[in-house]
C-alpha cells in the first residue's frame, strides 16, 4: 500500500468507529457557519450540489431548501449510511442522495455540478492539491466551490503546532495549511479566488477529544502539549481554563468561495 492509501484507510478505520459523534456533533450540526455558507454561495434553486466528505451530511442538509439536488458523498461507507439515515428518516429531506467517493477521485463525469461543497475534511486528505483539481473538473465553467477548513497560522512553529496537536487527537489528520497556501494551490487548480474569511470556532476540550475516541492518557498529553505551546501557537488557540473540565480552545477555519474558470 501507498504512504496515500494508508492515510485513507486510516480516515476510514476511525470515521468507521466514530460515525455516531459526527452525526450528533453540535459543532457539526448547528454552527453559525452554515449559515456562513449559505450566505456566501447564494445557492440557486436550479443547481445540482455535490458535498464532498460529509460526515454527519450537516453541509448537505444545510444546501438541501436552497437547491435542486445534493449528492452527499464520503470515503466511509458507514459515515454514509449515518447520514442517509438522519437526513432521509429523521429529517425527511427528499432532494439528497449519497455516494461513496474519494475526494482525489471523484466518480463523477466532468462540468455536472454547479456547487461543490467540503466543509471540514480537506486537512484529512492526502494530496488537496489532487482533491482541488478533482473540484475544479467536476464544476461546471462558472461553477461554485465552497471550502472550509482548519486554517494554520503564518508563523511556521505555531503552525506546526496547531498541525501537530491536532494530529495527536486523529492521526488521520494529515495536514491544515495557511492562508496563502490556500489561495495559491486554488488558483492553481483553476480558481478565480472570489472571496474569503476567517470563522472562529470554540471547542470544550473534553468533547472534542472524546469525539475521536481518545482515553484520559492521551488527554492528558494533549493538556500537556498545550502547556508547552510556542507562544504564537497558544495565541492563535486560546485556551481557557486550561486543565480543568471546563477547558476550551478555538479552531481557526478559513472559508473560501472559487469559481470554477
Ligand atoms: C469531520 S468529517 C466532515 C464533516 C462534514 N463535512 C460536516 O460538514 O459536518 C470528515 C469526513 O471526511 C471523510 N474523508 C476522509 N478522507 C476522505 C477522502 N479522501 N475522500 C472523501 N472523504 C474523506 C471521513 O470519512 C469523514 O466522514
Known amino acids: 500500500m501507498t504512504n496515500s492509501q494508508d492515510s485513507k484507510s486510516l480516515s476510514q478505520a476511525r470515521y468507521t468507529r466514530f460515525a ?8 457539526h450540526a448547528s454552527g453559525s457557519d452554515l ?5 456566501i454561495a447564494q445557492p440557486a434553486r436550479h443547481w445540482e450540489a455535490l458535498d464532498i466528505a460529509t460526515g454527519g451530511g450537516h453541509t448537505a442538509l444545510k444546501f438541501a431548501p436552497y437547491v435542486k439536488h445534493v449528492i452527499a458523498s464520503d470515503l466511509t461507507p458507514r ?14 429531506i427528499k432532494n439528497v442522495s449519497f455516494q461513496e467517493a474519494d475526494a482525489e477521485a471523484l466518480p463523477f463525469e466532468a462540468d455536472r455540478f454547479d456547487l461543490a461543497t467540503c466543509r471540514i475534511a480537506p486537512h484529512h486528505f492526502p494530496d488537496a492539491r489532487r482533491f482541488l483539481r478533482e473540484c475544479a473538473r467536476v464544476l461546471k465553467p462558472d461553477g461554485v466551490l ?6 494554520l497560522p503564518d508563523d511556521e512553529p505555531a503552525a506546526q ?6 494530529r495527536l487527537r486523529d492521526p488521520s489528520h494529515n495536514r491544515a495549511f495557511n492562508e496563502t497556501e490556500w489561495t495559491t494551490m486554488c488558483a492553481q487548480a483553476g480558481f478565480e479566488l472570489e472571496y474569503s474569511e476567517q470563522y472562529i470556532k470554540r471547542h470544550q476540550f473534553l468533547h472534542w477529544a472524546r469525539r475521536q475516541g ?3 492518557a492521551k488527554i492528558e498529553r494533549l493538556v500537556g502539549m498545550m502547556r508547552q505551546a510556542p507562544p504564537a501557537g497558544r495565541e492563535w488557540m486560546d485556551p481557557v481554563d486550561w486543565g480543568s473540565e471546563s477547558a476550551t480552545f478555538v ?4 472559508i473560501v468561495r472559487g469559481r470554477a474558470m
Not at 35 to 39: Q, S, V
Not at 161 to 166: H, T
Open 20 to 27: 455516531d459523534g459526527y452525526v450528533t456533533s453540535e459543532t
Open 35 to 39: 449559515d456562513r455558507l449559505i450566505a
Open 79 to 92: 459515515m454514509l449510511e449515518k447520514a442517509r439515515r438522519h437526513i432521509v428518516e429523521v429529517k425527511g
Open 146 to 151: 465552497m471550502l472550509q477548513d482548519q486554517l
Open 161 to 166: 503546532f496547531v498541525d501537530a496537536f491536532e
Open 214 to 216: 481518545n482515553d484520559d
Open 251 to 254: 479552531n481557526r477555519h478559513i
